[in-house]
């Protein structure tokens, strides 16, 4: 069995390791709406993609994220609960703006 993130590209007939790195266990996910962009949250960092899977590349933030949402305009937000800020990207995963959630 492959460990770490797999993705189709036929619609569910066949799977294939999605290049991110299989030490990373993934605890959340979230595409754009195109499905070229992909975002992971693990326990240790997040990661984004811009070309659906094939590299990957870490978020720069404090705190670990416990999970990501992607908006169809391309809009991402994180939650790092390990210091309660919530992470707000608008450009698709490039830079982020922190708050606290409290």
């Known amino acids: ?11 569910g007939r066949t799977w294939q390791v999605a290049g991110a790195p299989a030490a990373y266990p ?7 709406a195109d499905g070229r962009r ?3 949250g ?3 960092a997040a990661l984004f993609s811009t070309d659906r ?8 933030m404090p ?7 992607a908006a169809p305009e391309g809009d991402v937000v994180a939650l790092a ?14 830079t982020w703006r922190g708050r606290d959630a409290h």
């Open 81 to 94: 609960l390990s210091d309660g800020q919530i992470f707000r990207s608008n450009d698709g995963g490039a």
């Open 53 to 60: 899977g094939v590299t990957w590349n870490r978020v720069s």
């Open 38 to 40: 992909v975002y992971i």
């Open 63 to 69: 705190g670990t994220p416990v999970t990501i949402a």
């Open 1 to 11: 069995a492959e460990r770490g993130l797999v993705r189709s590209r036929d619609r």
């Open 26 to 32: 993934v605890t959340a996910l979230a595409t754009s």
């Open 42 to 44: 693990t326990p240790d």
